[in-house]
């Protein structure tokens, strides 16, 4: 009887999740999780509220501003890279002790990334943790004081992330200084000729100036709307837009910086596209996957790449699809023995220049270009900047866009690079890197 | 009436008895302001770090002067004693804040 009971009892509980399972809506093709769709509120005073609720047990929440190193005042470029360090110094309300603590004791993290374009500040926590450390991130969001004691004692980490700061990201930076020249221009880590010469006021006032509720959002994964829309109202912000800078123009030319390394590290970038033209933009992120963004596979040879074919293993290079909300650049980063670099760099320019794809390649970085975009969505942190940059910037989920890319599409923004002005970034050995007129 | 002439006659005994006491303590007359005796603490110390390089320097000026003339065994001339009136406590904002950071310290420990 008892081996019966207990069989009726199996079977029945299949039934219950066989039952179950097709009472449950049919799952689209990538939802690996059950999450709720994103909610969007746009507050009175501006703010806009975004949020998912992934019904998982962590909680990350931030208040991103659309403000970066573009807002810089010119002469006090920098600044973007001291709000990053005093992320977590003194308040209006809070110590940087009584910070650093309660974030500790709750067993969260309190980040502040920032961008060309946006600030984040950013916490995670359990669910069950996060009510408390929301304060926090209000007060080291939107009450900064920037006591200058405290700025002068954390100078050391300003040097610290300059002397870290590796060629392969010197030369994105530099690219960036001789292709817009003004604004985006703005490097995201302190000149060094600027390093402790901020003084409180500044800061102060490029705070007052470009964190404000009507580019301010507020995004959530991982935490009920209706709690986030109340977090939201209670922030303190000063109403108004900030100061928009001049628009960008990619101008071209060049910069070179020689050092004692004995690899050279060359950046080279056309126009590409900006935030406002979806089309055009996942057109060349699917011409970036075309031509090789890095290695899929580990310790692989890069054979699915244009430009890894071009090259054949003289150095490392790598395509680059930079989008900005009223700019863009494309191109190709590439990293070589000083002997080869000359060869490399030619070679993947007149790659970049030549560039086309067919269907196969096509449907190849479809496949590519999904992926990247899902792991983005699979990582809360990222997700968490991805939500705030979409809030910000207007800028659209893309997933959806890349089937309806077709490859004329894709062909006809390769076709502009053809012509197009090149910008040129070099740093480390250039005894045998080409300059712009050679290219 | 009487209620509220008290306030009034109390704050100024106060400031009569401020006045004698400043006088009568003396630093006055090597031209030093209140915060420039404090007892260096700790907590002072760190305040006085603290301060703006404007106002160290004065600070600085006024305690070397000080040093002088007590090397000398003399006063400064009359009119240059620092006034009860004019004593500026530069000091106590940043030392307030110090002994609130330090209190707040002591009571996390206490705590966890």
Redesign the interface.
Same mark, same amino acid.
């Given at each position: 009887m008892a081996s019966k009971f207990l069989s009726t009892q199996t079977v029945k509980a299949t039934r219950g999740f066989a039952a179950q399972a097709a009472a449950k809506p049919a799952a689209t093709e990538f939802s690996p999780v059950p999450r709720e769709p994103v909610k969007t509120t746009t507050l009175s005073n501006g703010i806009v509220v975004t949020s998912i609720e992934t019904n998982a047990p962590l909680s990350r929440v931030g208040i991103a501003f659309k403000a970066g190193s573009r807002n810089e005042p010119s002469g006090k470029e920098g600044i973007i890279h001291l709000l990053r360090m005093s992320s977590s110094l003194s308040t209006k309300q809070s110590t940087q002790f009584s910070l650093t603590r309660v974030i500790n004791q709750a067993g969260a993290a309190l980040t502040c990334t920032s961008g060309r374009e946006h600030v984040l500040y950013s916490v995670d926590a359990s669910r069950k943790q996060i009510d408390g450390v929301l304060p926090k991130l209000a007060d080291a969001a939107t009450q900064q004081v920037f006591k200058p004691w405290e700025l002068s004692d954390n100078l050391y980490k300003i040097k610290l992330d300059l002397a870290a700061v590796q060629p392969e990201t010197q030369v994105i930076e530099l690219l960036h200084k001789v292709a817009f020249r003004t604004g985006l221009a703005n490097s995201l880590f302190c000149p060094s000729h600027l390093v402790g010469k901020h003084t409180t006021e500044v800061l102060q006032s490029f705070v007052a100036a470009n964190l404000r509720s009507d580019n301010a959002a507020v995004v959530g994964v991982g935490i009920p709307h209706d709690r986030l829309v109340a977090y939201a109202q209670s922030l303190a912000l000063k109403a108004g837009q900030s100061c928009s800078g001049a628009p960008s123009k990619v101008h071209g030319g060049e910069v070179r910086v020689d050092t004692s390394s004995s690899l050279a590290y060359v950046a080279v970038a056309a126009p590409g596209a900006s935030l406002a033209d979806t089309k055009a933009m996942v057109a060349f992120a699917l011409l970036q996957r075309a031509l090789g963004a890095g290695i899929p596979v580990k310790y692989g040879s890069g054979a699915g790449s244009k430009l890894n074919q071009a090259v054949l293993g003289a150095g490392a290079v790598s395509s680059l699809n930079l989008n900005y909300s009223d700019a863009g650049l494309f191109g190709f980063v590439a990293a070589a023995p000083a002997s080869d670099a000359g060869k490399v760099v030619s070679a993947a320019t007149k790659v970049l220049r030549s560039a086309s794809v067919n269907e196969s390649q096509l449907s190849r970085a479809k496949a590519q270009l999904k992926a990247d975009l899902l792991m983005v969505k699979e990582n809360t942190g990222v997700l968490v900047e991805e939500l705030a940059l979409q809030a910000l910037l207007n800028r659209a989920d893309l997933l959806s866009t890349v089937d309806n890319v077709s490859i004329t599409d894709v062909n006809a923004v390769a076709s502009r690079l053809a012509s197009a002005k090149l910008t040129v970034a070099a740093i480390g050995n250039l005894s045998n890197v080409p300059f712009v007129d050679e290219l | 009436m009487a209620v509220t002439k008290a306030p009034g006659f109390i704050n100024q005994l106060r400031a009569t008895l401020g006045r004698f006491a400043y006088n009568a303590s003396g630093f006055n007359k090597y031209g030093l302001m209140h915060d420039d005796v404090l007892f260096e603490t700790p907590d002072v110390e760190e305040a006085i =770090? =603290?301060l703006?390089q404007k106002v160290v320097d004065d600070r600085n000026y006024r305690i070397m002067r000080a040093l002088q003339y007590s090397g000398l065994k003399k006063y400064l001339p009359r009119e240059q004693w620092t006034k009860y009136e004019e004593d500026v406590k530069y000091l106590q904002p940043y030392l307030q804040e110090v002994i609130?950071?330090r209190q707040?310290?002591e009571s996390?420990e206490k705590l966890?």
């Amino acid at each position: 009887m008892a081996s019966k009971f207990l069989s009726t009892q199996t079977v029945k509980a299949t039934r219950g999740f066989a039952a179950q399972a097709a009472a449950k809506p049919a799952a689209t093709e990538f939802s690996p999780v059950p999450r709720e769709p994103v909610k969007t509120t746009t507050l009175s005073n501006g703010i806009v509220v975004t949020s998912i609720e992934t019904n998982a047990p962590l909680s990350r929440v931030g208040i991103a501003f659309k403000a970066g190193s573009r807002n810089e005042p010119s002469g006090k470029e920098g600044i973007i890279h001291l709000l990053r360090m005093s992320s977590s110094l003194s308040t209006k309300q809070s110590t940087q002790f009584s910070l650093t603590r309660v974030i500790n004791q709750a067993g969260a993290a309190l980040t502040c990334t920032s961008g060309r374009e946006h600030v984040l500040y950013s916490v995670d926590a359990s669910r069950k943790q996060i009510d408390g450390v929301l304060p926090k991130l209000a007060d080291a969001a939107t009450q900064q004081v920037f006591k200058p004691w405290e700025l002068s004692d954390n100078l050391y980490k300003i040097k610290l992330d300059l002397a870290a700061v590796q060629p392969e990201t010197q030369v994105i930076e530099l690219l960036h200084k001789v292709a817009f020249r003004t604004g985006l221009a703005n490097s995201l880590f302190c000149p060094s000729h600027l390093v402790g010469k901020h003084t409180t006021e500044v800061l102060q006032s490029f705070v007052a100036a470009n964190l404000r509720s009507d580019n301010a959002a507020v995004v959530g994964v991982g935490i009920p709307h209706d709690r986030l829309v109340a977090y939201a109202q209670s922030l303190a912000l000063k109403a108004g837009q900030s100061c928009s800078g001049a628009p960008s123009k990619v101008h071209g030319g060049e910069v070179r910086v020689d050092t004692s390394s004995s690899l050279a590290y060359v950046a080279v970038a056309a126009p590409g596209a900006s935030l406002a033209d979806t089309k055009a933009m996942v057109a060349f992120a699917l011409l970036q996957r075309a031509l090789g963004a890095g290695i899929p596979v580990k310790y692989g040879s890069g054979a699915g790449s244009k430009l890894n074919q071009a090259v054949l293993g003289a150095g490392a290079v790598s395509s680059l699809n930079l989008n900005y909300s009223d700019a863009g650049l494309f191109g190709f980063v590439a990293a070589a023995p000083a002997s080869d670099a000359g060869k490399v760099v030619s070679a993947a320019t007149k790659v970049l220049r030549s560039a086309s794809v067919n269907e196969s390649q096509l449907s190849r970085a479809k496949a590519q270009l999904k992926a990247d975009l899902l792991m983005v969505k699979e990582n809360t942190g990222v997700l968490v900047e991805e939500l705030a940059l979409q809030a910000l910037l207007n800028r659209a989920d893309l997933l959806s866009t890349v089937d309806n890319v077709s490859i004329t599409d894709v062909n006809a923004v390769a076709s502009r690079l053809a012509s197009a002005k090149l910008t040129v970034a070099a740093i480390g050995n250039l005894s045998n890197v080409p300059f712009v007129d050679e290219l | 009436m009487a209620v509220t002439k008290a306030p009034g006659f109390i704050n100024q005994l106060r400031a009569t008895l401020g006045r004698f006491a400043y006088n009568a303590s003396g630093f006055n007359k090597y031209g030093l302001m209140h915060d420039d005796v404090l007892f260096e603490t700790p907590d002072v110390e760190e305040a006085i =770090r =603290r301060l703006p390089q404007k106002v160290v320097d004065d600070r600085n000026y006024r305690i070397m002067r000080a040093l002088q003339y007590s090397g000398l065994k003399k006063y400064l001339p009359r009119e240059q004693w620092t006034k009860y009136e004019e004593d500026v406590k530069y000091l106590q904002p940043y030392l307030q804040e110090v002994i609130k950071e330090r209190q707040e310290k002591e009571s996390w420990e206490k705590l966890f």
